[in-house]
């Protein structure tokens, strides 16, 4: 199967993993890397987001939110390519360590 858009964990506590993946759309072609990130800012992000370059550019973050159940889930912000997309599984898919990147567009 040829996906586009998802992030490929190297272990299912996305918290602490590590983890590469693709952003695909008309704008834009980019392999992705993600790298776990600790702050004591609570509003500080989970992982540091860096794009392919020869020096890999940092160019966003992942942060984990809480929906309206409680139940954890992670975004994904570029902001100076005002990208933003929510993670979760694929249709039918259950291995949590293989995430899709949903975009989505902000409200203003």
Wanted: aromatic share 10%; hydrophobic share 30%.
């Amino acid at each position: 199967m040829n996906i586009t858009n998802y992030i490929q964990f190297d272990g299912d506590n996305l918290e602490t993993a590590k983890g590469a993946g693709l952003i695909s759309t008309i704008e834009r072609d980019m392999d992705i890397k993600v790298v776990p990130f600790e702050s004591d800012n609570e509003r500080a992000p989970t992982h540091r987001v860096y794009a392919k370059s020869p020096r890999g550019i940092e160019v966003g973050g992942l942060w984990k939110k809480e929906n309206q159940d409680g139940k954890p889930y992670y975004t994904l912000s570029i902001r100076k390519l005002r990208y933003n997309a929510n993670l979760g599984l694929f249709p039918d898919q259950d291995d949590a360590d293989l995430q899709a990147i949903i975009e989505w567009e902000p409200r203003d």
